[in-house]
């Protein structure tokens, strides 16, 4: 009967987690966040908005634009 938390760590009003590997610590920024497992960064709002397996994370998607310009 033990199941009264001391206290949060996360206080915001939508628990976000990892799409990769499902890690709910995770450090928050303004509109990202890190995980602590994988070390990526992901926006909140694809976390919104899509599926965990269509999110990338954001050095993925800046290697996803840089591969788009190196082709021009
Ligand atoms: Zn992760």
């Known amino acids: ?20 590997c499902g890690e709910t610590k ?3 920024h303004d509109s990202t966040f890190d995980c602590f497992k994988c070390n990526l960064e992901f926006d ?4 919104d908005n899509y599926d965990d397996e269509d999110i990338l994370s954001i050095e993925e998607k800046l290697a996803f634009h840089n591969g788009f310009q190196e082709e021009e």
Do not use: A, Q
């Open 1 to 20: 009967m033990n199941n009264l938390k001391p206290f949060r760590i996360i206080m915001s009003k939508k628990k976000y987690h990892c799409p990769r």
């Open 26 to 28: 995770i450090y928050e």
């Open 44 to 47: 909140k709002e694809d976390c």
